[in-house]
C-alpha cells in the first residue's frame, strides 16, 4: 500500500489526457461506458487521482463508485477508503430525484434593496460654515 507522502510525490494521471478531458465533459449516461473501458486497477488510480484535484472530486466520486473497496483502500489507504465511503453516499442520493440541475445548488437573487442610506446634507449651516472659514 502506498503511503499519501508517495501518492503525492508519485502523482500523474493514469490515463491519457484526451480520456480525462472525455470523461470530464461526458454527461451521466455517457461517463460509465468511459469508465468501463479503462481497466479496474486503472480506474482506482483515476479515481484516487481526481479526488486530490477540487474541481474533479464528482469525476473522482463517480468513477470510484466503479472500483471495489479493496481496490481503493490498497492503492489509497485511507483515502481510498473514504473515497469509496463517499461514492456509494453519493450514489444513493443520485438515485433520489432532484430539481436543479445535477448537484449545483440553485441561485437566487435579492429583491430587496441591498442596504438604505439616509440622505446626505450637502448644505453648512451658519455655525459650521463660520467654523469652516476661521479654521
Avoid at 23 to 46: H, I
Avoid at 49 to 72: N, T, V
Avoid at 120 to 128: A, P
Wanted: net charge negative; hydrophobic share 35%; glycine share 4%.
Amino acid at each position: 500500500m502506498f503511503s499519501s507522502r508517495d501518492a503525492y510525490e508519485n502523482d500523474f494521471c493514469p490515463v491519457r489526457d484526451e480520456l480525462l478531458g472525455e470523461m470530464y465533459r461526458a454527461n451521466e449516461n455517457g461517463l460509465p461506458v468511459l469508465v468501463e473501458s479503462v481497466s479496474s486497477d486503472v480506474r482506482a488510480m483515476l479515481a484516487l487521482f481526481c479526488y486530490r484535484r477540487s474541481h474533479l472530486h464528482s469525476l473522482a466520486l463517480s468513477i470510484a463508485s466503479s472500483c471495489s473497496e479493496r481496490e481503493l483502500i490498497q492503492l489509497g489507504g485511507r483515502v481510498g477508503s473514504t473515497l469509496y465511503a463517499l461514492s456509494r453516499e453519493a450514489r444513493s442520493s443520485r438515485a433520489a430525484p432532484s430539481s436543479s440541475y445535477g448537484s449545483r445548488k440553485p441561485i437566487t437573487l435579492s429583491t430587496k434593496p441591498l442596504s438604505t442610506f439616509s440622505p446626505v446634507e450637502d448644505e453648512l449651516d451658519e455655525e459650521d460654515f463660520a467654523q469652516a472659514v476661521t479654521a
